[in-house]
Every structure is written in structure tokens, then in C-alpha cells.
């Protein structure tokens, strides 16, 4: 076979719109060609942010793993919301909720999405929180295997919350299992509130959440305020908001003066027995003095082995203001709205309402 004869060089004869063009033309034509690749870039960006279930920040997950059927439908948070100082706080103190529940399984959660999805941790901690076991598979690998625990689980979940086994809920095994943080986030905190768990979540959490849903083979969003926590009483239940609502949000100067006038208050009946209190939210977090207080207001002596007088453990703590509680029940007060919990986890706002309990009951005394 004949070899391909080598084509003589010929000199470069420039194009006619070539010849033309000055060397500014050709700075323009690069950039016009970058604004264009930008473009794309971009286009290419927001699609995909729209078409993807989960956080914003997954962005090394490619597009095509999160087609959408027809008429299907996703939500997502808007990225935004995630800088939301309440959001942020409410993903950490339920990440430590989680963590504290589980230590005895050895199991550490870092990440909402990422360690939720497959439902091992959801099993654990729901074991955990009830004391019985699920008939559920440990590990699973496959994704069938993983929805098909999910499933399981979730019906476990709703019916210790006391829901309807074909919804609407808020979660499902594909929300879930897509590592939506929405569907995560309302689940953990209905079993938190459900399970009364000691952990104070930020009040009134509201985030922005892209809805798409695939219409005529074409994506359509909106976008809508979702609320992940509400107000609440000790129950779990939403409640009005009172005096120490108002004050501690819109009049500091005055909430100042209550503390003073607490203070006032409890010294006067604990420095009979040479005691005497500075910071109201942190020296009745152990519920030492609250079950002291209640025994010098009413007049006897709180056995010492009804509480513990130097208490070491959050559970001994709580044991303290629990009995401190009954006490005040059997004085005929009515049941504190605080929770045990808030007071051992020293929420100012709890610690000020059961004071100020005692204080409009007792400011007459000697």
C-alpha cells in the first residue's frame, strides 16, 4: 500500500472576517465566549440545585441520580435557611440528643443526612427510648434492604406517636431514605418532644423549603415556610405565651428587677440555715435548694434521703427536682409548667417561672 504523500506546507492565508478583525475585536470575542460559558455553567448549577432532594451542599452527587417521575414530588431547604442561627442550634442539640441516647451502642452521629438515612440509627434510638426491642434486620446494605427497614421502623415510629399508619406525615421511607433534612429534622423532633427528652430546642424554628415537582416532563418549584418547632409547655402541647415570654423578648431592663426581687426572696428563707444564692439559673439546677426552699417555706425538715444533697449525675440532679416538685404539689401548688429537664439543663426562663410560683405564694412569709 502506497504511503500518504506528505501535503507541501502552504502559508497561512487569513479569513476574510479574520484579516479584519483588530486585536481588540478578538478580547472581545473571548470574553463574549467566557460571559457565554459562565452562563452555562451557571444554568447547569441551578438545575441541578432544583432537581437535587437533599442538602445544597451536596453537590458531588451527579444530576442524574435524582431524576424525577411525573407529578413526583421533593422538597429541599432552601440554602439560605441553613445559616439560620435556630436551625443551626436545633441540627446540633439534636445531634447531641442522639449521641448522648446511643453512647452504650458506641454510636456517634456527625451528620443529619448522611448517618439518618438508612434507618440503623433510627432503630437504635427508638429501642432506646421505649426499652423494646424491633424485629428488624441490624445491618442492611442493599437499598431495597435499607427501605425495607425504614419501613419497619417508620410504622414503629408512627404508631408510638399515635398516627395514622397511611399518613399524611410529615416523613416516608423515600423522603427519609433521599436524606431530605426536612423529613429527618420533623421526625427527631416529634420524637423528641413525644419522648419529653431532656434537650431545650430553639422555640418557633421556621425555614424557607423548595418544593419541585415534575409536571409534563418539566420542573416546576415553589417556595414555602415550613415550621420544625412550634412554642411549647412541659407537655409537649403549644401554649400561650406569658409574662417571662414578654420580658425576657422585649423587656430586659424589667426582667432584671424580677431576678433581684427572686433572689431577695429565696435568701431570705435559705440564709436560716446559712445558705445563700447568686445566680438563680445555675445553684437550683441540681434542685438541692429547690427541695431545702420548699421545706423552710412549709415549715419542716426535707429527710436527707429524699434527695441528694451533693448530687454528681444528671440523673440524680433530676431525681432532686422531681422530689422538689412533689413537694410543691403537696403544698397544693399546681404542677410547674417547667420541665425537670429545663430546670437540670439551667434554662433560665423555667427556673424564674417556678420561683415566681413559690414567690406569689410564699412573699408573705417569715
Not at 80 to 92: A, C, M, Q, T
Not at 254 to 271: A, C, E
Not at 308 to 321: D, F, G, I, R, S
Request: glycine share 4%; charged share 30%.
Amino acid at each position: 500500500m502506497a504511503s500518504q504523500r506528505p501535503k507541501s506546507p502552504r502559508p497561512h492565508t487569513p479569513r476574510k472576517d479574520e484579516s479584519n478583525e483588530s486585536f481588540w475585536d478578538k478580547i472581545g470575542t473571548l470574553g463574549r465566549k467566557k460571559k457565554v460559558k459562565e452562563v452555562q455553567e451557571v444554568q447547569t448549577e441551578g438545575k441541578y440545585a432544583i432537581d437535587s432532594p437533599g442538602s445544597p451542599y451536596a453537590v458531588e452527587v451527579p444530576p442524574d441520580d435524582y431524576n424525577l417521575d411525573d407529578n413526583e414530588e421533593r422538597s429541599m431547604i432552601e440554602p439560605k435557611s441553613y445559616e439560620d442561627p435556630k436551625l443551626k442550634k436545633l441540627i446540633e442539640i439534636l445531634i447531641d440528643w442522639i449521641n448522648d441516647e446511643l453512647a452504650s451502642e458506641r454510636i456517634i452521629v456527625k451528620h443529619i443526612e448522611e448517618d439518618l438515612y438508612d434507618g440503623m440509627v433510627f432503630h437504635k434510638l427508638i429501642e432506646k427510648l421505649t426499652g423494646n426491642p424491633l424485629d428488624v434486620q441490624e445491618v442492611t446494605q442493599s437499598e431495597a434492604g435499607q427501605k425495607q427497614k425504614l419501613r419497619i421502623v417508620l410504622n414503629a415510629a408512627n404508631h408510638i406517636l399515635g398516627l395514622s399508619r397511611y399518613g399524611p406525615h410529615k416523613w416516608s421511607v423515600e423522603s427519609i431514605h433521599s436524606k431530605n433534612i426536612v423529613a429527618i429534622l420533623h421526625l427527631l423532633v416529634s420524637l423528641a418532644r413525644h419522648f419529653r427528652a431532656p434537650i431545650r430546642m430553639p422555640e418557633n424554628c421556621v425555614i424557607s423549603v423548595v418544593i419541585v415537582q415534575k409536571r409534563d416532563g418539566q420542573l416546576n418549584h415553589r417556595i414555602v415556610n415550613e415550621e420544625l418547632t412550634g412554642t411549647y409547655d412541659d407537655l409537649g402541647l403549644r401554649c400561650e405565651r406569658d409574662a417571662f415570654d414578654t420580658l425576657f423578648d422585649h423587656a430586659p431592663d424589667k426582667l432584671q428587677v424580677v431576678k433581684r426581687s427572686l433572689i431577695t426572696f429565696v435568701n431570705k428563707q435559705l440564709n436560716k440555715i446559712n445558705l445563700d444564692v447568686g445566680e438563680l439559673e445555675t445553684e437550683f439546677s441540681d434542685g438541692v435548694y429547690l427541695c431545702l426552699l420548699m421545706g423552710l417555706l412549709e415549715g419542716y425538715f426535707v429527710p436527707l434521703h429524699h434527695f441528694y444533697l451533693t448530687p454528681k449525675t444528671v440523673e440524680e440532679k433530676q431525681h432532686n427536682v422531681v422530689q422538689a416538685f412533689e413537694l410543691m404539689m403537696d403544698a397544693g401548688l399546681a404542677k410547674p409548667k417547667a420541665r425537670p429537664e429545663d430546670i437540670v439543663n439551667a434554662d433560665l426562663k423555667s427556673t424564674l417561672r417556678v420561683l415566681y410560683n413559690l414567690f406569689t405564694r410564699y412573699k408573705s412569709a417569715n
